[in-house]
């Protein structure tokens, strides 16, 4: 049973350029979730999507990001004209369901630098 | 909305010390707590969580955690530490009402030495 995939792994972009990172939910998995973590910083909350919709997305800066979860295909965080501040490790999370106390399970990330 | 203070960035110790790592969260309402554990370039991997029910939680590896309401506080501990234990750990608070994500603390660097 695999769990949340992530790839990229790892990715280099130049500023203005676009970043995609694609995550796939555990198998039967329903809601995603994006966090990003920045050194000495944690994990910072973006966004938490179910199938075709936006639950919250508080998390996401206001311009250049954004992020889909369509019924077929993984989720994608796409990150448009990309700056130095960007650089960060990129994180996806799976859940079964939207119940609060579920666990749920992350996948090994995405490191995005911006050169 | 809610918050979580870890109160130390890093705690080094030596082999077989016990350990504690400490979290305070902030919340109006009620909450759930959890801890999870990232190895050098992983994911997070949960340890434990407390939902409802007894105060004292078992996790994997050992790890136990205690909610206390009153303090605010859910204390990550481990009686024996290993090397491999060495780790960031991180706090996370999340709200009971459904379709709320897990905010988590700053992490707390653990350096477990021979």
């Known amino acids: 049973n695999a769990g949340v995939m992530q790839n990229p792994r790892h990715l280099v972009r130049r500023r203005g350029q676009e970043a995609r990172l694609r995550c796939s939910p555990m198998k039967g998995h329903s809601h995603v979730y994006w966090y990003r973590q920045l050194p000495e910083e944690g994990l910072k909350f973006m966004v938490y999507l179910q199938k075709e919709n936006i639950i919250d997305e508080s998390g996401m800066p206001k311009e250049r990001f954004s992020a889909e979860f369509p019924k077929e295909g993984p989720s994608i965080l796409r990150i448009q004209q990309v700056v130095r501040g960007d650089s960060a490790a990129y994180f996806c999370a799976s859940s079964l369901s939207g119940e609060s106390g579920n666990t749920i399970y992350f996948g090994e990330g995405s490191w995005l630098t911006v050169v | 909305a809610q918050s979580v203070t870890q109160l130390d960035s890093q705690v080094p110790v030596f082999e077989e010390a016990p350990v504690e790592l400490r979290c305070n969260y902030s919340s109006s309402v009620s909450v759930y707590l959890f801890w999870y554990v990232q190895y050098p370039n992983q994911g997070l991997q949960l340890l434990l969580k407390?939902?409802?029910?007894?105060?004292l939680v078992k996790g994997i590896n050992g790890f136990e955690a205690e909610f206390n309401k009153s303090q605010t506080s859910f204390h990550l501990r481990k009686p024996s530490v290993h090397i491999s234990d060495t780790a960031e750990y991180f706090c996370?608070?999340?709200?009971?009402?459904?379709?709320?994500?897990?905010?988590f603390g700053k992490g707390t660097t653990l350096s477990v030495s021979s």
């Open positions: 407390y939902l409802s029910g007894s105060t």
């Open positions: 996370a608070v999340s709200d009971q009402k459904a379709g709320t994500a897990l905010i």
